[in-house]
């Protein structure tokens, strides 16, 4: 058969990507079309993969929030596996992020055959994340709001999130237990790092804290916690288990029974704040890293 592999241009091509993706990752949340629409830039590429004119897989490459690296993710439907769609679509996905100039690629695997599909083509484990899963089951609780501290939605407070960026934004990107430190943008930030609904706790009208939820378009019932952080001084204070029982008290009220958030394995607090909470531990995910010209 005929493997044609050509960026996605309509929105019929952009449904037709999430739906490559809904099928391989059906526990992850995807964007919607109009989310696609948002967030594209000219550094992200969005690609299928048809044989015959039959939609087999799906790839992304785009710049990586850590620096000096481009993100692969190429995607086969499972009947078309083992047929060289896969190894088509990294090399594809791979020249987008040589053009870009990135010497270093990322990717992620959450199960064997992509692990094993990964070390096949060079990558090799730097990281790893943990997901954890709170399950809904009737009202949450919500601890009292630490003295001081105004608790608003983003949405309610325009351009409060915007400016967050330069002094909590940088200390709470850089406190991830990453292999290479994140590099994102003011851009980024307001692209990719903020969810609707997000809650923000306000001092002195400065954001001090932040959580959220990622509603799920395909799942309405599930829901991915967005970013939840608290600036250094106000640590150790009860604000991050408030801010993050308003977003489960949040998810309660609005239908959402089961809510997910991948930490990475060295953030030892956060995973144990989760667990005092209440979510429990459901997947284990390895991040990959590979030079783009490998030797």
């Known amino acids: 058969m005929a493997l044609d592999i050509s960026p996605c241009s309509t929105d019929e091509d952009l449904e037709a990507w999430r739906r490559v993706r809904i099928a391989v990752v059906p526990y992850e949340r995807t964007q919607s079309v109009a989310e696609l629409r948002a967030a594209d830039t000219p550094e992200r590429l969005l690609v299928l993969a048809r044989e015959d004119g039959v939609v087999v897989g799906s790839g992304m490459a785009n710049r990586s929030d850590l620096a000096g690296s481009g993100s ?9 596996r083992r047929r060289g769609v896969g190894t088509a679509l990294l090399q594809r996905l791979v020249q987008h992020v040589e053009g870009l100039g990135y010497p270093m690629l990322r990717a992620g695997a959450d199960d064997e055959g992509s692990l094993a599909f990964g070390r096949r083509a060079g990558f090799a484990e730097v990281n790893r994340e943990v997901e954890q899963t709170f399950r809904i089951e009737g009202p949450v609780e919500v601890s009292p709001v630490p003295d001081g501290i105004e608790v608003v939605t983003a949405e309610e407070r325009p351009g409060l999130w915007e400016a967050a960026y330069e002094r909590f934004g940088r200390e709470a990107l850089a406190g991830f237990a990453v292999d290479t430190p994140l590099d994102v943008t003011p851009q980024g930030w307001v692209q990719s790092w903020r969810v ?27 829901a991915e916690n967005g970013l939840t952080a608290v600036r250094g001084d106000w640590r150790g ?6 801010l993050k029982q308003v977003a489960l008290a949040w998810a309660a009220d609005h239908g959402v029974h089961e809510v997910y958030t991948w930490t990475q394995d060295g953030n030892a607090a956060m995973r144990a704040l989760n667990t005092r909470l209440g979510y429990a531990t459901t997947r284990v995910g390895v991040q990959l890293a590979r030079p783009v010209h490998p030797g």
């Open 72 to 80: 692969v993710a190429p995607r086969v439907l499972p009947e078309h």
């Open 196 to 222: 609707d609904p997000t809650f923000l706790a306000l001092h002195d009208g400065e954001v001090v804290g932040c959580a959220g939820l990622g509603l799920d378009p395909d799942q309405p019932d599930r």
């Open 237 to 242: 204070r009860g604000l991050a288990v408030h």
